[in-house]
């Protein structure tokens, strides 16, 4: 069963800290894998990521993918309270199939 | 370009009463998702089009739910009759490219 599970669930940080957050997926025919971040609305589109090892950045966060070991991390450094949030995994395979991790719910704390 | 366009917003009934959702795609996508997200988990999906062919309707409970999408464009989510559990935000979503666009969802309470 193709299945994406992202760890932690929640976390609470001061404002300045760094996270990283974390997505494992088993998910056969393999895409690519995406990070949205989702307010009190619809996710928002962060990342889309099919190569190992190459590091995608904008502003703060950042995020890289190991295909060999079927995870991605997601890095926000100096974090702000505009960060709270929930950030979304998500990988698609082929027949624009997209899985779904339950989520980690981040707060930062001003 | 507009996004992804859904409506109502909010709906709140009563149980066993029925409800529509409706969804506009982005221009050009041709493959359309309804997901179902309850409070605190990630979305899960109901049914997926390409074009006006619903290719996966695995998870949709067709009891009570059923969808259209009769042009291949805009598409209805439909719950006949609604229950307590159906109580969630009900996104659509349309891709191309192997990117996923929402809409900002329809919120749904079954009192």
């Known amino acids: 069963e193709d299945k994406v599970v992202q760890s932690p669930l929640s976390l609470v940080v001061h404002e300045g800290d760094t996270v990283t957050l974390n997505c494992s997926y088993e998910?056969?025919?393999?895409?690519?894998l995406l990070w949205y971040k989702q307010e009190k609305k619809a996710p928002t589109f962060l990342f889309m990521l099919?190569?190992?090892?190459i590091e995608k950045k904008s502003g703060r966060l950042s995020s890289i993918l190991d295909k060999k070991e079927l995870f991605s991390i997601l890095n926000i450094t100096a974090t702000q309270t505009g960060d709270s949030a929930i950030y979304l995994c998500?990988?698609?395979?082929?027949?624009?199939?997209?899985?779904f991790g339950t989520g980690t719910s981040l707060t930062v704390i001003p | 370009e507009a996004g992804v366009v859904q409506s109502p917003r909010y709906k709140i009934i009563e149980k066993k009463q029925p409800v529509a959702f409706w969804c506009n795609p982005i221009?050009?996508?041709?493959?359309l998702y309804w997901y179902l997200q309850n409070l605190g988990q990630g979305p899960e999906l109901l049914i997926r089009?390409?074009?006006?062919?619903?290719?996966?309707d695995s998870q949709l409970p067709k009891d009570r739910f059923s969808a259209e999408r009769l042009k291949g464009v805009d598409s209805t989510l439909k719950i006949q009759p609604a229950e307590l559990g159906d109580s969630a935000v009900y996104l659509c979503?349309?891709?191309?490219?192997?990117?996923?666009?929402f809409g900002e969802g329809s919120r749904l309470t079954v009192l």
């Open positions: 998910v056969t025919n393999f895409r690519s």
């Open positions: 089009y390409e074009n006006e062919e619903a290719v996966d």
């Open positions: 998500a990988v698609e395979a082929t027949g624009n199939q997209f899985y």
């Open positions: 979503a349309s891709s191309l490219n192997g990117e996923l666009f």
């Open positions: 099919t190569s190992s090892g």
């Open positions: 221009s050009g996508h041709n493959t």
